[in-house]
């Protein structure tokens, strides 16, 4: 019999990964926290969540973990939220700062302005079922996308969700809602991929 179960980790270093976990096991997935390279063994995607993506940086680096992080990022699915997107960037400004520069956007640290500035919008999206609600917290933005990657919402114009290929990355953070939409998304890209090989 067919195991669709997918393995998904959630980088749990810092920011809201229990909430991302917790919506990913509602989904279905075997969920592991990761907080050591070896814990990236044998999963087939993985998250990284909010947060600072500085602190994230410093983390990584601290512990020994941006290298094998790295080799994982270039070969499996991944799903970045807020600095999770940061991270996965090919440009970052507003100030410049190391990536693992995969995904071909460019990306403006903290555009949407500081902690006050946070809001929560509801705006279209091309995945089914209307409207997404947003929460943007200090959030970045896209300020550019190449030409191969795909824009699911956007809000004043300016990509708030895109895919290319294997990666997907918010600006927002859809673990703090109640719509499951954006991770059962990332699983059916996940599942794919598995079923690709």
Do not use: W
Not at 130 to 153: C, H, N, T, Y
């Amino acid at each position: 019999m067919r195991n669709d179960t997918v393995k998904i980790g959630v980088l749990a270093l810092q920011g809201a990964f229990d909430v991302h976990a917790k919506r990913l096991e509602e989904l279905g997935a075997e969920v592991r926290l990761v907080r050591k390279p070896e814990e990236l063994a044998g999963l087939d995607g993985l998250v990284i969540p909010g947060g600072e993506s500085t602190t994230f940086l410093k983390n990584l680096e601290r512990v020994g973990f941006y290298d094998t992080l790295n080799e994982f990022v270039q070969t499996h699915p991944v799903f970045g939220t807020c600095a999770g997107c940061i991270l996965l960037a090919n440009e970052v400004t507003n100030p410049p700062q190391k990536s693992f520069a995969v995904l071909d956007v460019g990306v403006e640290r903290n555009a949407y302005g500081r902690q006050n500035d946070s809001v929560i919008l509801n705006e279209e999206t091309s995945l089914p079922g209307g409207p997404l609600e947003m929460v943007f917290i200090r959030a970045p933005r896209i300020s550019r996308v190449g030409k191969d990657v795909q824009v699911l919402a956007a809000r004043d114009g300016h990509p708030t969700l895109v895919r290319e290929g294997r990666l997907l990355a918010a600006t927002f953070h859809p673990e703090l809602t109640e719509d499951p939409r954006v991770h059962a998304y990332f699983l059916e890209m996940v599942k794919a991929s598995k079923d690709r090989g």
